[in-house]
Nanobody
Framework: QVQLLESGGGLVQAGGSLRLSCAAS????????MGWFRQAPGKEREFVAA????????EYAESVKGRFTISKDNAKNTVYLQMNSLKPEDVAVYYC?????????????????WGQGTQVTVSS
């Protein structure tokens, strides 16, 4: 089992930045590929970014490329999502997810464990 706990969400003005963190416990973090997803009100959960277990591979949704950066610190059992140039359309609950293989995948069914989510609100 893997437990995931997100933090770092909040309210920010358009153009601002936030850094989300996801602390993992349980299974060895270095063996996990990690992902970030988001879900806006009335919409399906969508892929944001993912990183392989050794951080040698990353993937991003087109909507966040160049603005968001995912990183993984195996020593701290934590994955981060640095979000810059935030837009009102980035408003959502952001979820951290873990996958028990090395490959990065951009779909929800590819992940085995999920956190509870953290709210990100961007004011225009």
């Amino acid at each position: 089992q893997v437990q995931l706990l997100e933090s770092g969400g909040g309210l920010v003005q358009a153009g601002g930045s936030l850094r989300l963190s996801c602390a993992a416990s349980g299974r060895s973090f270095s063996m996990l590929a990690m992902g970030w997803f988001r879900q806006a009100p009335g919409k399906e959960r969508e892929f944001v970014a993912a990183i392989s277990r050794t951080s040698d591979s990353t993937e991003y949704a087109e909507s966040v490329k160049g603005r968001f950066t995912i990183s993984k610190d195996n020593a701290k059992n934590t994955v981060y999502l640095q979000m810059n140039s935030l837009k009102p359309e980035d408003v959502a609950v952001y979820y951290c997810a873990a996958r028990q293989t090395s490959m990065v995948v951009p779909f929800t069914r590819g992940y085995d464990y999920w956190g509870q989510g953290t709210q990100v609100t961007v004011s225009s």
